[in-house]
T-cell receptor, first 115, second 110 residues
Framework: DAGVIQSPRHEVTEMGQEVTLRCKPI?????LFWYRQTMMRGLELLIY????????DSGMPEDRFSAKMPNASFSTLKIQPSEPRDSAVYFC?????????????FGPGTRLTVL | DAKTTQPNSMESNEEEPVHLPCNHS???????IHWYRQLPSQGPEYVIH???SNVNNRMASLAIAEDRKSSTLILHRATLRDAAVYYC???????????FGPGTRLSVLP
């Protein structure tokens, strides 16, 4: 398996623009997570899905952020409009709750820079 | 959510064992103890987890105190590739919320 796939790997945009980050989880995994990592705040859980249904979005910073999972193999995290303080590395992770280790597999991340 | 406390940083010499401590004095009976690590410029990766008993796998060992208020991740022979930030996380059996703290930055000296 190719692991969790994220695109793009790097994104540079200007303040006010819409940004869409994409994630393909590992096939067969029933949980999907979106995290954000910055030097100041560390690694923060934004939202997670179970079987394509959002379970907890309490970590989503504000209404400018939205996440969807239209099917088991694809999820998006959208920021509209983007602001410089959104600059961070965004990670997607997936998990198979049937596995003994209950292990989250992380993607390589998308480094977002908002100018 | 129950919190964990780890030292900000630790150093080790290559080929020597490393003991990374984690305090979790408010742990509940249904909390699992998970360890992840994050190598430079990569996403976190799973290391090991446990509930009550000590655990071993190919990467590390996890020693859990009898009262479960602390645990120690043991790397038996540190290599340069083990230099990373190590996170100790509590996960309740009822959910998948992971709260990552600042972790311990491990430096391995040649």
């Amino acid at each position: 398996d190719a692991g969790v796939i994220q695109s793009p790997r790097h994104e540079v945009t200007e303040m006010g623009q819409e940004v869409t980050l994409r994630c393909k989880p590992i096939s067969g995994h029933d949980y999907l997570f979106w995290y954000r990592q910055t030097m100041m705040r560390g690694l923060e859980l934004l939202i997670y899905f179970n079987n394509n249904v959002p379970i907890d979005d309490s970590g989503m910073p504000e209404d400018r952020f939205s996440a969807k999972m239209p099917n088991a193999s694809f999820s998006t995290l959208k920021i509209q409009p983007s602001e410089p303080r959104d600059s961070a590395v965004y990670f997607c992770a997936s998990l198979n709750s049937e596995a003994l280790t209950n292990e989250q597999f992380f993607g390589p991340g998308t480094r977002l820079t908002v100018l | 959510d129950a919190k964990t406390t780890q030292p900000n940083s630790m150093e080790s010499n290559e080929e020597e064992p490393v003991h990374l401590p984690c305090n979790h004095s408010t742990i509940s009976g249904t909390d699992y103890i998970h360890w992840y690590r994050q190598l430079p410029s990569q996403g976190p990766e799973y290391v090991i987890h446990g509930l009550t008993s000590n655990v071993n796998n190919r990467m590390a060992s996890l020693a859990i105190a009898e009262d479960r208020k602390s645990s120690t991740l043991i790397l038996h022979r540190a290599t340069l590739r083990d230099a990373a930030v190590y996170y100790c996380i509590l996960r309740n059996d009822y959910g998948q919320n992971f709260v990552f703290g600042p972790g311990t930055r491990l430096s391995v000296l040649p």
